[in-house]
């Protein structure tokens, strides 16, 4: 079990790991540098064997740190899960260490988060990007990125030539509805986000 | 794994635009892209293949084909609005994927659904595992070349799409769980009508394990066959019946019980050599510890409610409240246009889905929409280990390979 006694010890023999207030499982805050030494050993001392996920958050453009990477470890041992969250120092190039050499679950999890993020894990085999295709210019899931995408030509230049097609923003006119989580609740009701179709302008062809 | 002798050929770019492994690849080896659209691949997986002669020397897998944004959708939406795209993960488990979501939001919430929710919500599951592994076992027959099976399995399949209609008013895309309970109670007659394909099923099951658990060709083909060490299985985070099947005891029903599932008594099947035929034999035992559970479930059904009542600020009363009375007609009006509320905080909470653990991480700022959502699929994490262990096994292999893993691209790319 993970119960006081464990946390204590490990917050002890960790001393740069500090502990976060959490309702489900033990969170810590670990600093970047310190990143691989503390999932080394979860692995081989404390019995967290399975990185089960690794991802990011986005805490918007204004925030002080903008990027956090969370990861998620699982015990067969004490039946039980630990979260990390890793502040990345930098806004613009936001970087952590990679720890796919320690956990090869970590190496996809790692280049989908490069993908959504931007967040460059240093040290990683091959950080390309998982979801998107290789040329794709944006990230995704930053909070600045709009829902319906943003005009991007197709990776295939050879296509692209004869079709003369593009990836365009998703038509929302009728799509899904969706909320904003802040403001007043009369712009917090679900609409339709789409303003290239409206009574008064016309729909694009 | 035998040796072959062939003769080196050289072709080079075989339809693989844009690859650097193609470019990179030497010349004495043969360069074969399988996907995105292949029979093999259950759905838009692709691979690029490094072959000498029969032999894979290198397989990587390309994904996001089916990448819909579906994070990114959530962070733009009320929690309710998000269940129907839950359906779209794992599409062969709708309902395990449903329960999941809403045991993620609640847990965050802090609601309590009550017992007969909780008993319709595990039957469900088991269900929609029971679905979801006759077709892994009938196509993965299938890929070994085996037909027969996958008529038995498609049969029942059937019988429980029909029971699936009747429950949540569709076959495929089910969206049956709210925030706070599930989207109306069980038809009358429904459970008779379940407790009879149970009864059923092992029929059919027997039937599938004659033709192929002791059948040559299928024991020739799996034996041996992408055989995942325990140490591997763990270090590439493999979960649910492909971990089980390389020896590993974790079984998240059990190790971490939620949705009252400490209430019934099943066994963990647990493989010993993590081959493709060791996957066979623990999802085929998984179906009949399935219909375990769902026997007693329905054995001591519990009466009561089936929502949280008291989640006035989470869940939609029924219809019928809404109409006659002026204070669920608000309640329901504040939660549609504003979303279940839920406070501050984060949660991460696993469920064993068919095809591993389907894990939510949910950060709230407070409000009806989550700020965000990351779906930890067990596909993504199950496809990750492909590049380790596919080398070295023949070309033909690699459609048993693939079966055995049985995994859903939905789920893989989100």
């Known amino acids: 079990m993970i119960d006081d006694g464990f946390i204590k010890s490990l917050l002890e023999k960790k001393g740069s790991l500090s502990r976060r207030e959490s309702i489900d499982c033990l969170t810590l805050d670990c600093p970047a540098d310190q990143l691989k030494d503390v999932v080394l050993s979860f692995r081989d001392d404390e019995g967290f064997d399975l ?16 990027f956090s990477v969370v990861l998620h470890f699982y015990s067969l041992v004490h039946r039980g899960y630990v979260r990390l969250h890793v502040l990345c120092s930098d806004n613009e190039n936001p970087s952590v260490p990679s720890v796919s050499d320690i956990s090869p679950a970590a190496n996809w999890h790692e280049r989908e988060t490069y993908d959504m993020f931007g967040i460059k894990f240093t040290g990683h085999p091959d950080l390309k990007r998982i979801l998107m295709w290789d040329e794709y210019p944006y990230f995704p899931l930053r909070k600045e990125f709009p829902l319906a995408g943003i005009d991007t030509p197709l990776p295939a230049a050879d296509v692209v030539e004869v079709t003369k097609a593009s990836v365009e923003p998703a038509p929302m006119m009728g799509g899904p509805f969706v909320s904003s989580s802040d403001g007043v609740m009369s712009d917090s009701e679900p609409r339709a986000l789409d303003e290239s179709w409206t009574e008064e302008m016309e729909k694009p062809s | 794994m035998s040796k072959t002798v062939t003769k080196e ?50 397989c990587e897998p390309v994904i996001g084909y089916l990448h819909r944004g579906d994070e990114k959708i959530a962070e733009n939406m009320t929690y309710n609005q998000f269940v129907p795209y839950t359906d779209r993960l794992d599409y062969l488990a709708p309902l395990a994927n449903n329960v999941a979501y809403a045991l993620t939001v609640e847990k965050l919430a802090g609601v309590e659904v009550p017992e007969r929710c909780e008993a319709i919500r595990v039957l469900i599951c088991e269900l929609a595992r029971i679905s979801s592994h006759l077709l892994g076992m009938g196509v993965f027959g299938m890929d070994a070349g085996a037909w027969t099976p996958f008529m038995y399995t498609f049969t029942e399949r059937e019988k429980l799409y029909t029971l699936f209609e009747e429950l949540t008013g569709a076959r495929f895309t089910t969206s049956f769980t709210r925030i706070g309970g599930v989207a109306r109670d069980i038809p009358e007659g429904w459970l008779d009508r379940v407790k009879t394909f149970c009864e059923n099923l092992p029929k059919a099951t027997d039937e599938v394990e004659k033709l192929l658990t002791r059948n040559r060709i299928f024991l020739d083909r799996t034996e041996g066959i992408g055989a995942i060490s325990k140490e591997d299985a763990l270090a590439y985070g493999l979960t649910g019946p492909n971990l089980r099947a390389s020896g590993v005891d974790l079984d998240l029903r059990k190790d971490k019980p939620y949705s009252g599932y400490e209430k019934y008594e099943f066994d963990v099947p647990i493989g010993t050599q993590g081959d493709c035929y060791d996957r066979y034999l623990v999802r ?17 059904f519990p009466s009561g409610l089936w929502y949280a009542e008291d989640a006035k600020k989470i869940f939609a009363p029924p219809k019928e409240k ?93």
């Open chain 1, 51 to 66: 990185l089960v996920d690794l991802t990011a958050i986005d805490h918007g453009e204004d925030a002080e740190v903008r």
């Open chain 2, 9 to 58: 050929i050289s072709i080079g770019d075989v339809g693989a635009r844009g690859s650097e492994a193609s470019d990179k690849a030497d010349s004495s080896l043969m360069a074969l892209n399988v996907g995105p659209s292949h029979p093999t691949t259950h759905g838009v997986l692709r691979l690029i293949m490094e072959l000498n002669g029969d032999v894979i020397e290198k």
């Open chain 2, 284 to 300: 085929i035992e998984e179906v009949r510890q399935s219909l375990r559970i769902i026997d007693q479930v329905i054995s001591d």
């Open chain 2, 322 to 414: 809404i109409m006659t009375s002026m204070e669920e007609l608000i309640q329901n009006f504040m939660i549609v246009t504003e979303g279940p509320q839920v406070p501050p905080g984060e949660i991460y909470f696993e469920a064993e889905n068919p095809k591993g653990a389907l894990g939510f991480y949910l950060v709230s700022k407070g409000g009806g929409v989550p700020y965000r959502l990351k779906i930890r699929a067990p596909s993504f994490c199950n496809l990750s280990i492909l590049e380790k262990f596919a080398p070295g096994h023949m070309l033909s292999d690699i459609t048993v390979i693939l079966g055995s893993l049985d995994f859903v691209m939905g789920e893989c790319d989100r």
